[in-house]
């Protein structure tokens, strides 16, 4: 087959296999905004699964449905003890420009604009010389007195209150998308619990989609105990078995080329159903397949080029991110499992290092921090990546 028109190359395909059987949650978002756009109370959503499931993607395409209705949205990553303030100014001020182009008062976006540059400004730490000093590229002074205060969460519910009365000026919603929202730091996400709390009062029409791994949940009731009200909790897991084939037959028939029954059986065999994985062996099967249709043999021969690049970028990226302790945690993880993907007591790993289990807890925590493990219950760990026990067995032979 040609490389060239590869249908599963990143960016190739129209519909890519990470939005492959997400009708339902495209639809229950439509739904979010038309409830909202009319004043009605709607809970905000947060998406939650393993990594490779497809929440970047699905988030950005939830991201794009309210824009083309008009909302202003915007979009950030959450990083690792990175403050909020920062990143949430550069999206919400996307949100507002969205906005601006429908407002029939300049005025009044400027107005908001103003109490924007003002809670962004608090970035930056007091007493820091004017050279140091971050700027947001917000070309309106300041304001006085509103989102300036200092405390995000006070901050936070009045640049919330007035981003969305400019969005109900024009009929229409803000949606703020935060991806890996489990990295929010902690007196950050507890602000962002009470600011949707809050407009969530006054049926504000502003809406916080979130993704982040399955002990996302856990984090928000952590930080608000009231959050399990706030949010619609959504699981993406990996695809099923007819949803695996459409993720792979349609951009093969956009092609006007086809794929053998029995490749379709190898390749879900491969992937699992995780979209990352079906992308990446449908991707390698297509480059390795001599002519039309792609057979189970070509499946086969592919496997171990896909495989290899999925060590390097998908598990290995992530590896080399741990420490010697950590990897031996990981190591233990991948032998008491088999390789399979599922969680272990965490005991059990400290029996099996031959260690107290208090002594194994940085090592535990700090993975948790990385984001590769997850705690699935207590006192059980589990890996966020599908498949990482079994590179990892594969790796020590």
Same mark, same amino acid.
């Given at each position: 087959m040609d490389p060239v028109r590869n249908p599963f190359a990143p960016g190739a395909g129209q519909r890519p296999p990470e939005l492959a059987g997400r009708d339902r949650e495209l639809t229950a978002f439509e739904v979010v905004l038309e409830r909202v756009s009319r004043g009605r109370p709607e809970r905000s959503l947060v998406l939650t699964g393993l990594r490779g499931v497809g929440k970047t993607v699905l988030l950005g395409e939830l991201r794009s449905m309210a824009v083309r209705r008009g909302w202003g949205a915007g979009k950030i990553e959450a990083r690792p003890d990175a403050e909020l303030r920062r990143p949430l100014s550069a999206a919400l001020h996307r949100a507002i420009r969205d906005l601006a182009v429908r407002h029939r008062n300049p005025e009044r976006v400027e107005q908001v604009l103003g109490?924007?540059?003002?809670?962004?400004?608090?970035?930056?730490?007091?007493?820091?010389?004017?050279?140091?000093?971050?700027?947001?590229?917000?070309?309106?002074?300041?304001?006085?007195?509103?989102?300036?205060?200092?405390?995000?969460?006070?901050?936070?519910?009045?640049?919330?209150?007035?981003?969305?009365?400019?969005?109900?000026?024009?009929?229409?919603?803000?949606?703020?998308m935060i991806d890996e929202m489990q990295d929010v730091r902690p007196e950050d996400l507890s602000a962002l619990c009470a600011a949707c709390h809050e407009l969530s009062q006054s049926g504000a029409p502003l809406v916080?989609?979130?993704?982040?791994?399955?002990?996302?949940? #856990? !984090?928000?009731?952590?930080? +608000?105990?009231? =959050?399990?009200?706030?949010? /619609?909790?959504? *699981? $993406?897991?990996r695809l099923d078995r007819a949803d695996a084939d459409l993720a792979v037959l349609a951009p093969v028939s956009r092609e006007d080329a086809g794929i053998s029954p029995f490749a379709l059986d190898a390749l879900f065999e491969a992937s699992s159903g995780y979209p990352y994985f079906v992308q990446a062996y449908a991707k390698a099967a297509w480059d390795a397949a001599p002519s039309d249709p792609i057979t189970a043999e070509d499946v086969a021969v592919a496997a171990?080029?896909?495989?290899?690049?999925?060590?390097?970028?998908?598990?290995?990226?992530?590896?080399?991110?741990?420490?010697p302790a950590e990897r031996e945690?990981?190591?233990?993880?991948?032998?008491?499992?088999?390789?399979?993907?599922?969680?272990?007591?965490?005991?059990?790993? #400290? !029996?099996?290092?031959?260690? +107290?289990?208090? =002594?194994?807890?940085?090592? /535990?925590?700090? *993975? $948790?921090?990385?984001?590769?493990?997850?705690?699935?219950?207590?006192?059980?760990?589990?890996?966020?990546?599908?498949?990482?026990?079994?590179f990892l067995l594969a790796r020590e032979e």
């Open positions: 109490v924007l540059k003002a809670f962004a400004l608090r970035a930056n730490p007091d007493g820091a010389r004017l050279r140091e000093r971050w700027q947001p590229g917000i070309d309106v002074p300041a304001a006085q007195g509103r989102a300036d205060s200092g405390d995000i969460e006070i901050d936070l519910v009045e640049l919330f209150s007035e981003v969305a009365e400019l969005a109900k000026d024009v009929g229409t919603g803000v949606a703020l916080v989609v979130g993704a982040g791994l399955p002990h996302l949940p #856990a !984090v928000l009731s952590a930080s +608000k105990s009231y =959050s399990e009200r706030l949010f /619609r909790y959504v *699981l $993406i897991d171990p080029e896909a495989e290899a690049e999925l060590a390097v970028g998908f598990f290995g990226s992530r590896y080399e991110r741990a420490t945690y990981l190591r233990a993880m991948a032998d008491l499992t088999e390789g399979r993907d599922e969680a272990i007591g965490t005991s059990e790993v #400290a !029996v099996y290092l031959g260690r +107290k289990p208090s =002594s194994l807890s940085p090592a /535990r925590d700090s *993975l $948790i921090k990385k984001g590769l493990v997850y705690s699935a219950e207590r006192g059980r760990i589990a890996f966020t990546v599908p498949h990482f026990g079994r």
